[in-house]
């Protein structure tokens, strides 16, 4: 949209000592942490694995690596999109900026969702924060990692909503962009809602549709779940549409790609926990 | 961000109008008044926050140190409880390292550093207001405990698992200190890790033309090391920190021995913190005083490249010796041997440190006004806390040491004699340059013999305590040990060490009142930072982006003043081209920020999860807020004189 | 020779001397890391030597030249308008010739200490044949130990508290455990400290050379009474200590009363009236021949109050002090106090903290949370009442266990008869 | 660094295009190749290998899928070389740190007292069988 869209080096800043944007930089250095971080929660879960008490749970009999892996492979799709987000982001391509950027919202919503469904079902077979040290290191480290996910579903959701304020201050966009927040807000849970008594439906009955259906409608809070999600989803749409100049291009595109390395970092963390938490166990 | 900023500045027309901004998101533009500190994003306010609240903590943990070494003057005293002796070395040393050392060198890192490398400002100017925010948030968790029924946190500076654990807190209040103690630990590691991104990113990117690395000010360097040791150490502590808030909050049992948790790995895990954390403590006290004695030696800083790479070494072994803390805990005999090598080895960087400052001092004339005599007393006295050290490290001597007063004396060397020694000389070498004013020598010089005597006679005789089997931390021992002369002569000490202290506030008091004003460079000194127009330095520090040439960029301009004054008026003349000198814009959000926090921790910690979730709200909502107000900025004009006048708002 | 030379040369020889003198008496007491009596604490003193001289030598090389230089350089009054100096920048040379020295003189205190490590570690292998065993737990905050070659019938194995009694000339190994926090164990005087870890197999070994009296103390911090957690080592030649073990394996001694026994004037005692809280529990006497007041201890004690004592030992059932404490032999079946089967021969009341008088005694058994604050026994411990109680909402604390002035005596009588 | 990749400094739009074009290919690619990578590690796992080969095997491959995110998804391979340093210290320093943690908790002084029991039963039933 600026008049100087081609001229914008995504690698380089010149107005930086080494031309290495400023916060690219600080998200490097951030991650370079964050590496710690892992570093020393994961070596926490492994060390109490390398040593289990004598009354501890078999993960392999509670892990389910089907459910694992499809959550693993869906934040690594995740990933894509974010990367394609970027690139959109630099181009100037708001649009292709958004869509990506709901994909990725999407993706992480899902492994998000697998990722609830996963810990609810393990503590029904009692492994709970408290039940065992297992319990204790692999909600802490699954959940620290999940947190992480959380957080940046949440940034997505901000930039998205960014994408949209208008070049011209003076229109009412505030209010807008909190409407479109709290949509997103009561999308997310009440999806979450509905996917659980689905689920707890299709085990109990059996996965047909008429058992699904009955599930959300029989449940009070379930079919308050199923108008909310409606109308929130429709909101989002009705919001989602262009509405004139925005403010929002490629001068923006470092703050998308700020997010996209956290994004992908955590990514590859879950590269590491699906390996030495999940994999290892089937050894 | 600096590059967002010009674009959509300089070369777009939608900067925005004030008139269209929404009110919350109107800038605070005070100057002056309780505002412009609250709302301020100057490094150099942020610095000197930074410098006073570390001092005032300062104070409060050396009143607590004293009140130690009262119960200690004579055998079996009762001037405290043995709980209430417990509560105060815990805080003593949680104080004096992470409210007094860690942000007095973060106030020399934000007033200096920007400085010293020819910055308008950190390269992401709220950020930094927020780094200091939450710093005070967590100061103030940390410490509410001695105005609660539970009392302070009690567990000692390294909170060892399972005493930290619910079942061995104090024995009938539902305790919350050790709550207190890890929310705040939490939250000043939040801090420490945000300031210290800001000074990595400024540093790398933000150097004035010609600044290359190698050219950098020796304190600007261990800044960087520092802010790196931070980054990478800091992460070990929150994750012990979160498990063990996890055992005493949510039933976990990382560190439940019943259910398995093994207590050791919360030491791993503390150590692998703490010990890069010690050169945390030290790293920039040395820079101060790298740049302090080839000033008053009137030389450059002999071996330059090897000085900075040394500590480059020591912030990379630090990572590898933590488990010199762990000798008497039954390593087994390859991991003992493996630290107690890995320690000693460190001994090699650090002494080239200082064979490369007497170096300095050798063939130079040398000036022994008060900044040097206080880094003179630094380089003696912590040669003597390295020594004894390099006798921790081997570790068949330290099963004897370990836990005694010998370590006492130890850290204490490296520590005061270390650390606060390097920063007191850097709070006389920079009080002209902060306020413009210079201390007395004859009072200065007072302060430091009777300081360095006082330390010396307090600490000193520790090292013959420890020898002779006496423990730390117990609140009283018996009579008939051999450790009464020792212990009150230690006292006696402490308080002449208290009166050196005290002489050393008033001076700076009446200094800062009444001293004497001083003009711009009173020491002839070398570096960057003095080259600012005016002490104080104006809010944008220089009129002109210094373009840097050499090392000692200051004193080159001093032997090269025709050339940097034509290159100067050159430059000036680009700058007013580009729309003039491009300020940061002030901004509530990080002090809300900041509070959220506060509010959060302090209602996570008495268990009121419901309540501290609304922390998190007003958290969440202010980084929102923070997201959207955008980064701001105006341009400042300068008129001949220098004079600046700014222009806000309006297009630029 | 003038006169200022002299005056300072004879001030700093005055300051040498007195500092020696003074220092002097600093390195040795009962818990002193140079009075070695045993190998293990000689190699690790050995290893500190070698740390110091090096250390001490490098500091005399390295100091000196700082001084020479500060005071060489040292800018004079006239030196104002002097040029200024060389802006010399280093010498790659000398630093290099500097790491290599450092690294030489950390050699020197690298290898012994390696060998030190080695040696400190476990019991050399010619040794362990003639190796006796004991384990030593640390509990808040007091030490249990255990004799697991010592069989009782019938009750498991030997236990004791506070006091460890091992066979001189004898290697021993200490298998180190606790039961709550960490605690270390430390006898300076036989052995550097190691750990008492939880959930961790920690051991260590000592040998004392010559039959005698050692004080020892929990080295980690361990909560509030951590200062006064201490014990002591009694190293006895091999046949007094298989002696000792079998006076120890027999279960408590009962008094024998007789009525035509005379009752003795007793010498009694003079309980301290409040004694004052943290007032100290030694006396000149008995630091002047701890070994020889321990040999004492061992002996029936001359004017023992038969009728008392068995008074004694029914309080000591009424108070419900068995519910923690055991008295082998009688009752009480406690486990989570010290055992007190035989306390009547110990030296020390309350983990090393108060010699076993009977004056001290008392003061211990009447208001033992003056004696020591908080500790267990006062607030009771592992769902034991102890002196004190939780009242039904357990906010408030009520008194449990209240002992006046004659009870105490009898139970004081009752406990030193426990030979 | 940047010189020896294409991708960047392109002048004209054109080549721009041509080289975004390249890299959604190469994205995708990418990403399916990290699916296949994370496929083959789920079998390896029920394989009858060694223990020691597919422990080997596992960490190689997610060292690949690392280094592929890394270098292309977060772009290390087309930024300036600071970046890549930056982030390998803090990698280096938390990778030799865990593994000197799990060096040492693996030697037989750690072995915790409530986990001896477990190797005390693992070896009877050895010796039984
Ligand atoms: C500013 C902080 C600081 C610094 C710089 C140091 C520096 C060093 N420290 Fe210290 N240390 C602490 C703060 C610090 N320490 C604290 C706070 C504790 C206690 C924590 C607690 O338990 O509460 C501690 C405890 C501690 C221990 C654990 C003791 C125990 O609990 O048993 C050990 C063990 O090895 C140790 C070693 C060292 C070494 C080898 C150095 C080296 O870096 C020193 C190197 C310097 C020199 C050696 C002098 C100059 C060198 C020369 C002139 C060259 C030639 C020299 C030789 C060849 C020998 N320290
Ligand atoms: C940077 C860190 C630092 C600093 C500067 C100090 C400074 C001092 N420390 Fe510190 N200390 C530690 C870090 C530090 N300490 C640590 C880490 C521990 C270990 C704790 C633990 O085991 O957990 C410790 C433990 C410790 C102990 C051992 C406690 C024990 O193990 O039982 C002792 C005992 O003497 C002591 C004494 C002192 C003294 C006398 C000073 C003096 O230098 C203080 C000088 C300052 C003053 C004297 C203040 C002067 C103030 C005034 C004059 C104003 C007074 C105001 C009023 C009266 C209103 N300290
Ligand atoms: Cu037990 Cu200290
Ligand atoms: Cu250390």
Redesign the interface.
């Known amino acids: 949209m600026?008049a100087?869209a081609g001229t914008?080096d995504h690698h380089h800043?010149?107005?930086?000592?080494?031309g290495?944007?400023?916060?690219k930089?600080?998200m490097w250095?951030?991650l370079?942490?964050?590496c710690?971080?892992f570093?020393?929660?994961i070596s926490?879960h492994v060390?109490?694995r390398l040593?289990?008490?004598p009354d501890?749970p078999d993960p392999k009999k509670i892990f389910s690596i089907e459910l694992t892996s499809f959550s693993t492979f869906i934040l690594l799709m995740s990933s894509l999109l974010m990367a394609l987000a970027v690139s959109a982001s630099q181009k100037g391509k708001v649009e292709a900026t958004r869509k990506m950027i709901l994909g990725t919202i999407a993706f992480g919503l899902i492994f998000l969702g697998c990722q609830v469904y996963e810990f609810s079902h393990f503590v029904h077979l009692g492994l709970t924060?408290?039940s065992?040290?297992f319990?204790?290191?692999f909600?802490?480290l699954t959940g620290?990692h999940g947190v992480h996910v959380a957080i940046g579903v949440v940034w997505l959701v901000?930039t998205y909503i960014?994408t949209f304020?208008p070049?011209?201050?003076?229109k009412a966009w505030?209010i807008r962009?909190i409407v479109q927040f709290v949509a997103f807000a009561v999308a997310v849970v009440s999806i979450m809602v509905m996917m659980l008594a689905v689920t707890h439906a299709g085990a109990e009955h059996g996965y047909s549709l008429s058992s699904v259906l009955h599930a959300l409608q029989t449940n009070f809070i379930t079919s308050v779940s199923t108008a909310a999600f409606a109308v929130s989803t429709a909101l989002l749409f009705v919001l989602g549409r262009s509405t004139g100049e925005v403010?929002f291009g490629e001068?923006?595109a470092?703050d998308v790609e700020g997010m996209g390395l956290y994004w992908h970092f955590v990514d590859i963390v879950w590269i590491i926990i699906f390996t030495v938490v999940y994999l290892l166990e089937y050894l | 961000?600096?590059?967002?900023l010009?674009?959509?500045y300089t070369?777009?027309d939608?900067a925005?109008k004030p008139s269209?901004?929404?009110w919350f998101f109107t800038r605070p533009t005070a100057k002056t008044g309780l505002i412009s500190w609250l709302t301020t994003v100057d490094h150099k306010k942020i610095g000197l926050l930074y410098g006073i609240f570390s001092l005032f903590f300062f104070l409060v943990g050396g009143f607590e140190a004293l009140l130690i070494r009262v119960q200690l003057a004579v055998?079996?005293?009762?001037f405290l409880?043995?709980?209430l002796?417990?509560e105060m070395f815990t805080m003593h040393a949680t104080t004096m390292i992470f409210l007094a050392v860690m942000p007095l060198s973060a106030a020399f890192f934000n007033y200096l550093m920007p400085l010293q490398i020819g910055a308008r400002d950190v390269?992401?100017p709220r950020l930094n207001g927020f780094a200091f925010w939450v710093f005070l948030a967590g100061a103030i968790i940390l410490n509410v405990g001695w105005f609660a029924k539970s009392g302070a946190p009690?567990?000692?500076w390294f909170g060892?698992a399972?005493?930290t654990s619910t079942?061995?807190s104090n024995?009938?209040a539902g305790d919350s200190s050790t709550d207190l103690w890890v929310m705040g630990l939490q939250i000043l590691g939040v801090s420490s890790?945000i300031g210290s991104?800001?000074f990595?990113?400024t540093i790398?990117?933000?150097?004035a033309p010609g600044?290359t690395m190698m050219r950098l000010p020796v304190f600007t360097w261990m800044t960087l090391f520092t802010a790196?040791l931070i980054?990478?150490?800091?992460?070990?502590i929150?994750?012990?920190l979160?498990?063990l808030m996890?055992d005493r909050s949510?039933?976990?049992?990382?560190f439940e021995?019943s259910?398995?948790?093994?207590?050791?790995?919360w030491q791993?895990?503390f150590w692998?913190f703490g010990h890069p954390e010690v050169y945390i403590l030290i790293l920039p006290a040395m820079g101060i005083v790298s740049e302090i004695l080839p000033t008053f030696?009137?030389?450059?800083l002999?071996?330059?490249?090897?000085v900075v790479f040394s500590g480059a070494v020591i912030g990379f072994l630090g990572?590898?010796v933590w488990?010199h803390h762990m000798f008497?805990?039954?390593?087994?005999?390859?991991?003992?041997?493996a630290f107690?090598?890995a320690t000693?080895?460190i001994?090699?960087p650090t002494?080239?440190k200082?064979?490369?400052w007497?170096?300095t001092?050798?063939?130079?004339?040398?000036?022994?006004r008060t900044p040097m005599m206080f880094a003179?007393g630094f380089?003696?006295m912590f040669?003597?806390g390295g020594?004894?050290g390099?006798?921790h490290?081997?570790?068949?001597?330290?099963?004897?040491?370990?836990?005694?007063y010998f370590v006492v004396a130890h850290f204490h060397y490296v520590l005061i004699g270390g650390s606060i020694f390097a920063l007191l000389a850097g709070v006389h070498f920079y009080f002209p340059l902060v306020f413009g004013r210079m201390v007395s020598e004859f009072w200065g010089k007072l302060s430091f013999w009777v300081i360095f005597i006082g330390f010396n006679v307090t600490f000193f005789?520790m090292h013959?305590?420890g020898?002779?089997?006496?423990?730390?931390?117990?609140?009283?021992?018996?009579?008939?040990?051999?450790?009464n002369?020792?212990n009150l002569i230690a006292s006696i000490g402490a308080f002449i060490l208290g009166v050196g202290i005290f002489i050393y506030f008033v001076v700076i008091v009446y200094t800062y009142l009444k001293g004497k004003i001083v003009s711009r460079d009173p020491w002839d000194a070398r570096t960057l930072e003095w080259a600012v127009p005016t002490v104080p330095p104006p809010e944008h520090n220089f009129h002109v982006t210094p373009t840097i040439h050499a090392r000692d960029a200051f004193w080159y301009q001093k032997t090269h003043t025709k050339e940097i004054a034509e290159e100067n008026d050159k430059h000036a003349k680009e700058e007013e081209s580009h729309g003039g000198i491009h300020m940061p814009s002030q901004s509530w959000f990080p002090i809300i920020t900041a509070c959220g926090l506060l509010i959060g921790g302090l209602f996570f910690t008495h268990h009121h999860f419901l309540a501290a979730i609304g922390g998190g709200v007003i958290v969440f909502l202010g980084v929102?807020g923070w997201?959207?107000e955008g980064p701001g900025g105006y341009h400042l004009h300068l008129d001949k004189d220098g004079n600046p006048t700014d222009s806000h708002g309006d297009k630029h | 020779m003038s006169f200022a030379t002299t005056s300072r040369r004879l001030a700093t020889a005055i300051a040498v001397a007195s500092i020696s003198l003074?220092?002097s008496?600093?390195?040795?007491?009962?818990?002193?890391?140079?009075e070695t009596k045993g190998p293990v604490?000689r190699?690790?003193?050995d290893?500190?030597y070698?740390?110091?001289w090096?250390?001490?030598i490098?500091?005399i090389i390295?100091?000196g030249?700082?001084a020479y230089?500060?005071l060489k350089?040292?800018?004079r009054q006239d030196?104002v308008d002097?040029p200024?100096?060389?802006?010399?920048?280093?010498?790659?040379f000398?630093?290099l010739g500097?790491?290599a020295l450092?690294?030489g003189a950390?050699v020197i205190?690298?290898v012994?200490?390696?060998r030190?490590?080695?040696?400190?570690?476990d019991i050399p292998e010619s040794e362990r044949a003639n190796a006796y065993e004991v384990n030593a737990q640390g509990l808040?905050w007091w030490f249990r130990f255990e004799y697991p070659s010592e069989q009782i019938d019938g009750t498991g194995i030997l236990v004791n508290a506070n006091e460890l009694v091992i066979p001189a000339g004898r290697p021993v190994r200490v298998n180190?455990r606790t039961a709550?926090?960490?605690h270390?164990f430390?006898v300076?005087k036989l052995?550097?400290?190691?750990?008492m870890?939880?959930?961790?197999g920690?051991?260590l070994w000592l040998k004392a050379d010559e039959p005698g009296y050692f004080?020892g103390?929990?080295?980690?911090?361990?909560?509030?009474?951590?200062?006064?957690m201490r014990f002591r080592v009694i190293a006895l030649a091999q046949d007094d200590f298989t002696r000792w073990i079998a006076n120890q394996k027999a279960p408590a001694r009962t008094v024998s009363v007789t009525p035509e026994q005379p009752k003795l004037q007793a010498a009694g005692y003079v309980p301290l009236v409040n004694p004052?809280?943290?007032?100290?529990?030694?006396t000149?006497g008995f630091?002047a021949d701890p070994f020889g007041g321990w040999k004492r201890m061992q002996e029936v004690d001359a004017g023992e109050e038969a009728k008392l004592a068995l008074d004694g030992r029914a309080l000591f059932k009424e108070k419900t002090c068995i519910t923690c404490h055991t008295v082998r032999g009688h009752d009480g079946m406690g486990v989570n106090a010290p055992d007190l089967t035989h306390f009547g021969s110990r030296t020390t009341v309350a983990a090393g903290l108060l010699e076993n008088s009977k004056q001290n005694l008392h003061r211990w058994i009447t208001n033992p949370n003056n004696v020591k604050?908080?500790n267990k026994m006062y607030?009771g411990v592992n769902g034991m009442s102890g002196y004190i109680k939780?009242d039904e909402k357990g906010d408030m604390?009520i008194e449990h266990i209240k002992l006046n002035d004659s009870e105490a005596r009898a139970i004081v009588e009752y406990l030193h008869s426990l030979k | 660094m940047s010189s020896a990749v294409p991708l960047t400094h392109t002048a004209s739009s054109i080549d721009q295009a041509h080289a975004d074009e390249g890299k959604f290919h190469l994205f995708v690619q990418i990403a399916m190749l990290l699916g296949v990578i994370t496929g083959v590690e789920i079998i390896i796992v029920y394989l009858p290998l060694a223990k020691w080969l597919v422990v080997t095997a596992l960490s190689v491959l997610s060292l690949v899928k690392f280094l592929y995110v890394i270098f292309y998804f977060m772009h290390l391979k087309f930024d300036k070389l600071?970046c890549t340093i930056l982030f390998f210290?803090?990698l280096v320093?938390a990778g030799?740190?865990a593994t000197?943690?799990l060096a040492?908790f693996s030697?037989?002084?750690?072995i915790?007292e409530?986990?001896k029991v477990i190797y005390a039963e693992r070896a009877a039933a050895s010796v039984t069988k």
Request: glycine share 8%; hydrophobic share 45%.
């Open positions: 600026s100087h914008i800043d010149h107005t930086t000592t080494t290495i944007p400023n916060k930089l600080f250095a951030f370079a942490s964050d710690m971080f570093a020393a929660l926490t060390i109490y040593h289990p008490t501890g924060l408290s065992s040290m319990g204790s290191t909600y802490t620290t901000l960014r304020k070049a011209n201050e003076a505030i962009s403010d001068v923006n470092i | 961000m600096e590059a967002a010009k674009t959509s070369e777009k939608h925005p269209s901004r929404p055998p079996n005293n009762t409880t043995h709980q002796y417990n390269a992401f009690d567990a000692g060892y399972p005493l079942a061995y024995q009938f890790v991104l800001n990595i990113v790398v990117n933000m150097r600044l790196f980054i990478l150490s800091f992460p070990a929150t994750i012990a979160v498990e996890m949510f039933g976990t049992s990382f021995v259910k398995g948790g093994l207590p050791i790995l791993h895990l692998i030696s009137r030389k450059p002999f071996g330059y490249p090897i990572f590898g488990s008497t805990t039954g390593l087994g005999t390859m991991a003992t041997a107690s090598l000693m080895a001994a090699v002494g080239v200082i064979f490369n007497i170096g001092l050798w063939g130079g004339q040398i000036h022994t003179l380089i003696w040669m003597m020594f004894s390099v006798m490290s081997a570790a068949p001597a330290d099963a004897q040491q370990q836990d005694s005789p013959f305590l020898l002779n089997g006496m423990p730390r931390r117990t609140a009283v021992y018996d009579g008939n040990m051999g450790w002369s020792g929102v997201a959207f | 003074f220092t008496g600093w390195l040795s007491g009962p818990q002193s890391t140079f604490a190699s690790q003193l290893v500190f070698v740390t110091l090096v250390t001490m490098v500091f390295v100091a030249v700082l230089a500060t350089y040292k800018a030196d002097k200024i100096p060389p802006q010399g920048h280093g010498n790659p000398v630093e500097l790491i450092s690294i950390l205190i690298a012994p200490t390696l030190a490590i080695w040696y400190t570690y808040q180190l709550d926090v960490i270390a430390w300076p052995a550097g400290k190691v750990d870890m939880p959930n961790r920690n051991h004080w103390q929990c080295a980690e911090f361990c909560g509030e009474d951590h200062a006064v004052k809280r943290n007032a100290p529990g030694y000149a630091d604050p908080g607030v939780p604390t | 600071f210290i803090g320093l030799g740190t000197a943690l040492i030697s037989k002084d750690s915790p409530t986990a």
